[in-house]
């Protein structure tokens, strides 16, 4: 019922036949989707699907060989990274992108101080303020970092890199939150704080949650609406039931066609 009272609602994002070419291969063929507010897309196929260089052209790290990306029906297609951040697309990678030598809170407490200001000098990065503390310090009790505030980054376990990089992702406070595998090399105990968050973002209905993942189970548990790539091109969307049941996700993304040519190997 969510997912159709928000298909009504204009897009926030939108891609129109999104293309990029490396050479001769094209990694991203002609895809297009609208991403609605209140909506939890996740976006799933098997590996060199397409799906991070996907993220890649949405928030601007690589240029666009062809298609459109409209942001509130704005064209976004040539605007940098930085000028698509301050419209409100934001970015948690897959691998991690920190400040390693900088502790646990300063490298939130430099996000919070990026969306509050613009033409950020040395001297105002550095300055201490208590609201910007008190938001910092907000952000790493939603990731269960609090205790580890005055840690460097580099001692930080994977996993808590991981959420540190939440963590600063929440302090942006985007419209789009764009997620790339979140719980990657986290432990059993640690995934559920983050799905909790991701949970927690998509109950405000003015925001946009994307999210790559491999995990079934997460999707399932997570998702409003599946996408599907395969070899870079749009192969299914729509209701998670529905699209993980379909027979051409059962072959492309859960190996149920290879499984068969195997067995029908095995009897020749």
């Known amino acids: 019922m969510v997912v159709a009272a928000n298909r009504a609602r204009p897009p926030m994002l939108e891609t129109r036949g999104l293309t990029i070419r490396f050479g001769g291969h094209v990694a991203v063929n002609a895809v297009s989707c609208a991403f609605r507010p209140g909506e939890l897309t996740c976006i799933v196929g098997p590996n060199g699907a397409g799906k991070t260089t996907y993220f890649n052209l949405i928030s601007g790290q690589l240029p666009a060989s062809d298609g459109q990306i409209l942001l509130d029906g704005q064209d976004v297609t040539r605007l940098p990274v930085s000028q698509r951040a301050r419209r409100g697309i934001g970015r ?84 789009i939150f764009m997620f790339d595998e979140p719980t990657a090399g986290m432990s059993v105990d640690e995934v559920p704080v983050i799905l909790d968050l991701i949970r927690e973002i998509r109950q405000d209905r003015s925001r946009t949650v994307l999210l790559v ?51 029908e190997a095995g009897h020749a």
């Open 92 to 175: 948690a990678f897959q691998l991690t992108s920190l400040f390693p030598n900088l502790p646990v809170l300063e490298n939130v407490r430099l996000a919070v101080q990026a969306r509050q200001q613009r033409g950020i000098d040395l001297l105002s990065m550095w300055t201490s303020h208590r609201g910007v503390r008190a938001q910092a310090e907000a952000c790493l009790d939603r990731v269960a970092l609090a205790g580890k505030r005055h840690l460097p980054v580099a001692a930080l376990p994977h996993g808590d890199q991981r959420k540190l990089e939440v963590g600063i992702l929440l302090a942006l406070q985007p419209r």
């Open 213 to 263: 993942e491999h995990k079934m189970d997460v999707v399932r548990s997570l998702a409003d609406r599946i996408i599907v790539l395969h070899n870079g091109t749009l192969m299914a969307d729509g209701n998670p039931a529905e699209v993980i049941a379909s027979p051409i996700v059962q072959q492309a993304y859960l190996g149920v066609a290879e499984a068969g040519a195997s067995a």
